[in-house]
């Protein structure tokens, strides 16, 4: 299992994806909310798989993370 779990969503508010699936996983999951370090919002339309992963490199050399 990952360590460290970033998690990429494109909506906001309550009709937030991200922000239900961070909901279920603290209130079912906790061993998987404790890994969960950060969420970004994207433009999912506009970002292409290799662009989302520089996006997650770039978060986690930011936040001290190797």
Same mark, same amino acid.
């Given at each position: 299992m990952a360590e460290k779990i970033l998690i990429f969503g494109s909506g906001t508010g309550e009709s937030s994806a991200? !922000?239900?699936l961070l909901a279920d996983l603290?209130? !079912?999951h906790r061993d998987? %909310? &404790?890994k969960v370090i950060?969420?970004?919002v994207v433009d999912k339309h506009h970002r292409? &798989?290799?662009q $989302? $992963? %520089?996006q997650a490199r770039e978060f986690?050399?930011? &936040?001290g993370f190797s």
């Open positions: 991200m !922000d239900h603290k209130r !079912d998987v %909310a &404790e950060g969420s970004l292409t &798989e290799g $989302l $992963l %520089a986690f050399a930011s &936040e």
